[in-house]
């Protein structure tokens, strides 16, 4: 087996691009709007690769964590510990920011991460729906 280094940390405004990559569709986003993202987006990096990313959106009492993305050649293992990371990282950060509950959107072709939030942090599906984005 593989030994890494796996770092789990708030992003610097300098790795927008990095994290707009990691996106299914990040061609069809505008690469401008990501160079101001810092303390709004966590990130894992892996041998000082950035490899996976959420985002932070505070708000009280209810925070969110949102657009959880992999690197798409990610191993599984490799994948399912920087998702696992990365969430629980989410989950001290908001408990900081005085949260008291985190709510957040899973995509359907994400179903690993989906039981692993349900499994480990003992949550509840509370909707199904389409996330809609536009530009402002």
Request: aromatic fraction near 8%; hydrophobic fraction near 45%; charged fraction near 25%.
């Amino acid at each position: 087996m593989r030994s890494y280094n796996m770092k789990i940390r708030l992003a610097v405004d300098s790795e927008g691009q990095d994290i707009l990559r990691l996106f299914p569709k990040w061609e069809q986003m505008n690469a401008d709007d990501w160079d101001k993202i810092h303390p709004y987006w966590a990130v894992a990096e892996v041998d000082g690769e950035i490899v996976a990313a959420v985002q932070l959106c505070p708000s009280l009492p209810i925070g969110r964590i949102e657009h959880l993305n992999l690197k798409k050649d990610l191993n599984k293992v490799t994948a399912t510990k920087a998702a696992h990371a990365l969430i629980k990282y989410a989950e001290v950060a908001m408990m900081q920011m005085g949260c008291k509950f985190i709510a957040g959107y899973v995509e359907f072709r994400n179903k690993p991460i989906k039981r692993l939030i349900q499994k480990h942090y003992n949550a509840q599906c509370l909707d199904s729906g389409s996330m809609l984005a536009w530009r402002i």
